[in-house]
C-alpha cells in the first residue's frame, strides 16, 4: 500500500533563516507531487506540482522554491523565511498509472516564523 | 468568483443527527468529486471520492453529485462526536498527465454528544 511521510512534523524558525521540508512517497511510480499552504482557517493553495524528476511548475510567486531529486522525493524550500511564510505545509500525491483520479495527503508540517 | 465555494460553518448538532455538507462550482469540466476531512492539525484525509454524477454511500456517509446544477454534498448520518472536524470539499477535471484539484475553504463540524 502506499504511504506518504513529511517531516519535520513541526518547525519554529527566525525570519531569514533557511528552510527545508521533505516529503517521500512509498509504494507507487512516477505520481504526481503537490506542496500546499494551509493558513489559519482557511483553505488549501496550491504552492508547486510535479510531474516528473526535476520539472517543477509553481503556482504562486513567493519566496519559496521546490525541487524533485527522486522520483518519490518532493522537498520545499526558502532560502530566508518570512513572517508570512508562517502556516501548516501539506505535501500530497496522485497516481498516474490508472485512470482514478484520487489524491492523497501526508501529515503535514506546522511552520512558525517569528 | 470562486472556482469552488463551500459554507466554512461553524455547523455544530446533536449526537445522532443527520448532517448535510455541500459545495457549489461554477466549471462544468470537472468530473472528479472528493470529500476530505481533517482533523485539528493533521493532514486532510481522503473519505470520499466520486467519478461524475450520482450517488456513492460508503458506510454512514453518502456523496451526491449533481453536474446539472454544479452543486456537491456529503450527508453523514447518525453523526457522532468523533466526526466532528472540517470538511473540505475538492473536484478536478481529467487530464493525461497532471490534475489540478480545486478545493472549498472547508467546513468545521461539531458534534454535541
Known amino acids: 500500500s502506499q504511504t506518504i511521510h513529511q517531516w519535520p512534523a513541526t518547525l519554529v524558525q527566525p525570519v531569514g533563516s533557511p528552510l527545508s521540508l521533505e516529503c517521500t512517497v512509498e509504494g507507487t511510480s512516477n505520481p504526481n507531487l503537490y506542496w500546499y499552504r494551509q493558513a489559519a482557517g482557511r483553505g488549501l493553495q496550491l504552492l508547486f506540482y510535479?510531474?516528473?524528476?526535476?520539472?517543477i511548475s509553481s503556482e504562486v510567486p513567493q519566496n519559496l522554491s521546490a525541487s524533485r531529486p527522486q522520483d518519490r522525493q518532493f522537498i520545499l524550500s526558502s532560502k530566508k523565511l518570512l513572517l508570512s511564510d508562517s502556516g501548516f505545509y501539506l505535501c500530497?500525491?496522485?497516481?498516474?498509472?490508472?485512470?482514478?483520479?484520487?489524491?492523497?495527503f501526508g501529515p503535514g508540517t506546522r511552520l512558525t516564523v517569528l | 468568483q470562486k472556482e469552488v465555494e463551500q459554507d466554512p460553518g461553524p455547523l455544530s448538532v446533536p449526537e445522532g443527527a443527520i448532517v448535510s455538507l455541500n459545495c457549489t462550482y461554477s466549471?462544468?469540466?470537472?468530473?472528479?468529486f472528493m470529500w476530505y476531512r481533517q482533523y485539528s492539525r493533521k493532514g486532510p484525509e481522503l473519505l470520499m471520492y466520486?467519478?461524475?454524477?450520482g450517488n456513492k454511500e460508503d458506510g454512514r456517509f453518502t456523496a451526491q453529485v449533481d453536474k446539472s446544477s454544479k452543486y456537491i454534498s456529503l450527508f453523514i448520518r447518525d453523526s457522532q462526536p468523533s466526526d466532528s472536524a472540517t470538511y473540505l470539499c475538492?473536484?478536478?477535471?481529467?487530464?493525461?498527465?497532471?490534475?489540478?484539484?480545486?478545493f472549498g475553504s472547508g467546513t468545521k463540524l461539531n458534534v454535541k454528544p
Open positions: 466549471n462544468s469540466a470537472f468530473q472528479y
Open positions: 510535479s510531474v516528473g524528476i526535476g520539472q
Open positions: 466520486t467519478y461524475s454524477s
Open positions: 500530497a500525491w496522485r497516481e498516474t498509472s490508472g485512470r482514478t483520479n484520487e489524491q492523497f
Open positions: 475538492a473536484m478536478s477535471a481529467y487530464q493525461y498527465n497532471f490534475n489540478k484539484f480545486y
